[in-house]
Nanobody, 118 residues
Framework: QVQLVESGGGLVQPGGSLRLSCAAS????????MGWYRQAPGKQRELVAA???????TYADSVKGRFTISRDNAKNTVYLQMNSLKPEDTAVYYC????????????WGQGTRVTVSS
């Protein structure tokens, strides 16, 4: 079992920026792809961005060009830099391992809440 703790969320105006962090126990980041996910009220959880153990990244079309995922394997930490935030980015953001079968992951942390509003 691995513990994942998200932080960095908050209230921000449209066009603003936030930097989310995810700290994990153990050395999981050295061997696994990681992802950021989000869930808005009344909607299904969705993949926002993912990064491989070697640093290859992928993004949802809705955030491409605005968000950047990165990782520091030595610190067991993954980050999500969010720029040009929009109200539709409002959601609870979670980190976890990335797999093509991510929708079957049963264990999720508390996440960190991001609210984009004027």
């Amino acid at each position: 079992q691995v513990q994942l703790v998200e932080s960095g969320g908050g209230l921000v105006q449209p066009g603003g920026s936030l930097r989310l962090s995810c700290a994990a126990s153990g050395s999981i980041f050295s061997f696994n792809a990681m992802g950021w996910y989000r869930q808005a009220p009344g909607k299904q959880r969705e993949l926002v961005a993912a990064i491989s153990s070697g640093g290859r990244t992928t993004y949802a079309d809705s955030v491409k060009g605005r968000f950047t995922i990165s990782r520091d394997n030595a610190k067991n930490t993954v980050y999500l830099q969010m720029n040009s935030l929009k109200p539709e980015d409002t959601a609870v953001y979670y980190c976890n391992a990335y797999t093509p079968l991510w929708s079957q992951i049963r264990s999720w942390g508390q996440g960190t809440r991001v609210t984009v509003s004027s």
